[in-house]
């Protein structure tokens, strides 16, 4: 049982020791997050598309 305990207080210790971000910086890490995902899902979604036309023309779509 004192495993568990002294792992739990360690533990605590090195979140007492972390850096964290300021508001301004955790909403300018939470743009760069949003907008990247917003551009990989379009990325994504043309190259799906462009896929799909092409499998269509060359008579394997739908």
């Known amino acids: 049982m004192s495993g568990v305990v002294s792992f739990f207080r ?3 210790g090195e979140l007492k020791r972390v850096r964290w971000p300021s ?3 955790l909403l300018s890490y939470t ?3 949003l907008t ?3 551009i990989m899902a379009i990325v994504i979604f043309l190259f799906d598309l462009g896929v ?3 499998l269509k023309l060359i008579g ?3």
């Open 52 to 54: 799909s036309e092409l």
């Open 60 to 62: 394997l779509g739908r």
């Open 36 to 38: 990247t995902c917003i």
């Open 23 to 25: 508001r301004k910086e």
């Open 31 to 33: 743009v760069v997050v």
């Open 10 to 12: 360690e533990g605590w």
